[in-house]
Nanobody
Framework: QVQLVESGGGLVQVGGSLRLSCAASGRTLNYLVVAWFRRAAGKERVYVASVSASSSSIYTNSVKGRFTISRDNAKNTVYLQMTSLQPEDTAVYYC????????????????WGQGTQVTVSS
């Protein structure tokens, strides 16, 4: 029902910034929960942040204060602004859509993008 395309990834130096975009088509995101997950090489996919339909947000502790999730309903797009990037942030970043706000479980999100690579070089 929802197609998601991530963009904005790339190679940055330690301390740099990137803004990731998650553009949706096929259905409005206005009433849905959108989350960002990431998967580092050789590791499990983990939760990063999510935003509710009412724009409440949750962050995992490792990114709190550095990352900001937001949504632009007019563009049907969700963003992840990343600052003070560290090598530990290197991963493929995915956006996902679901119906339950507050869950960090991958299986609770039913629509996923293909991911965008973020590499932080030291």
């Amino acid at each position: 029902q929802v197609q998601l395309v991530e963009s904005g990834g790339g190679l940055v130096q330690v301390g740099g910034s990137l803004r990731l975009s998650c553009a949706a088509s096929g259905r409005t995101l206005n009433y849905l929960v959108v989350a960002w997950f990431r998967r580092a090489a050789g590791k499990e996919r983990v939760y990063v942040a999510s935003v509710s339909a009412s724009s409440s947000s949750i962050y995992t502790n490792s990114v709190k204060g550095r990352f900001t999730i937001s949504r632009d309903n007019a563009k049907n797009t969700v963003y992840l602004q990343m600052t003070s990037l560290q090598p530990e942030d290197t991963a493929v970043y995915y956006c996902a859509v679901g119906y339950k706000f507050g869950t960090e479980v991958s299986a609770d999100y039913h629509y996923w993008g293909q991911g965008t690579q973020v590499t932080v070089s030291s």
